[in-house]
């Protein structure tokens, strides 16, 4: 007669996934959707957005900003002064 299956368990290891925490870092690791951000919130963080693409692949296209979120009326008036707000910061690092 076969028992019951249980998952296998390492000696000594009692943990269980209710056991495990997460960092309170995390809340301030997350970036709040891009849409309804404020314009000044929006246009600071288009400009991150911008310098970590320019960093990793060479620049960001309007459907690469759609992607991350920006509503197309975020697009149409923010790229302006965040590419403003991007090569300003650049300079400064």
């Known amino acids: 007669m076969p028992s019951a299956r249980r998952p296998r368990?390492?000696?000594g290891v009692t943990s269980t996934?209710?056991?495990?925490r997460i960092s309170p870092l995390i809340d301030t690791c997350v970036v709040a959707p891009r849409s309804t951000m404020d314009k000044a919130t929006a246009t600071r963080q288009m400009a991150s957005d911008m310098r970590e693409a320019a960093y990793r692949e060479g620049g960001l296209t309007e459907t690469g900003l759609q992607l991350l979120g920006y509503s197309d009326d975020q697009i149409a008036t923010l790229v302006k002064p965040a590419r403003a707000l991007a090569d300003q910061l650049a300079a400064l690092s």
């Open 9 to 11: 368990r390492l000696p």
């Open 17 to 20: 996934l209710s056991s495990i």
